[in-house]
């Protein structure tokens, strides 16, 4: 019997109509997210009406990079506990589970695919949501109404996340992570101790910083930062439909022809 393979297939929707035809032909050629929009180091972030810097948009990167490349030389090998180094040393590509079309936690949620930052309401946001093009085509969200965390949160893909306005940067803790993810695809093992606080800063017009602190006692020897660097789509970008779940990927921005129907992937 022929051994049948997770299908991948490309789906065409309407919400197609949305996208720049010219983006498309680029992206069904395998590139992920928009195209960024030319840098504009003198053009300053906007701000909405309440006095805050408007972060919302169509950004890519800002989490895609593994996390070594983003320390000194041997630093990584200094931070991680002598379990975490054994770990990560036993794993490889295929068995990222972000791969397989599982959540890839607070930090990937930005790495990759496109994804789109709101503030919910414009005015005196309580929620920042974060909607992610590619994986699981899913979304985190950042209460910003001065809630407390949970005394004892249940562990989940995002976490609970609160934020706070630290002047132009926003600040972003998040605790009651699960551990069924990989930090970054060089596969980094963390714990259900892991303490994350981002600083979100839009340097200008088309950049925005994102400054990570990590700390785990159950897999780190100390707390440590790294830093992202996440781009604007140009105009009118938008995100688009992407749906992958087991491994099956259906979506345009995966870059993928269809199979004939009836056929599977040999």
Known sequence: MRRLIPVLLVIVTSTLALVDAQDLGRRLGGANGPTPTEATPNK????????????SGVWTGGGDREIGTLLKPGELDTILL??????????????????YCLPGGPLRITGGF???LVQHPTVNAKYIFMLQEGN???????FMDGRPHPVDPSPTWYGHSIGRWDGDT?????IGLNDRFWLDGSGIQHTEQLHMVERWTRTDFTTMRRDVTFEDPGAFTRPFTVTYTARLGVPESEIMEYICIENNQYGLAQGLQPTP???PVK
């Not at 054994?86 to 068995?95: E, P, T, W």
């Not at 699981?136 to 950042?142: C, G, S």
């Not at 926003?170 to 998040?174: A, G």
Request: hydrophobic share 35%; charged share 25%.
């Open 170 to 174: 926003l600040v972003v803790d998040t």
């Open 114 to 116: 496109a994804w789109r």
């Open 261 to 263: 129907a009836g056929e």
């Open 82 to 99: 002598p379990k975490t180094k054994q770990l990560m040393a036993s794993r490889n590509d295929g068995q990222d589970p972000y791969n």
């Open 136 to 142: 699981a085509h899913t979304y985190r969200q950042i």
């Open 44 to 55: 300053p972030a906007p701000k909405l009406a309440d006095g805050t810097v408007d972060l």
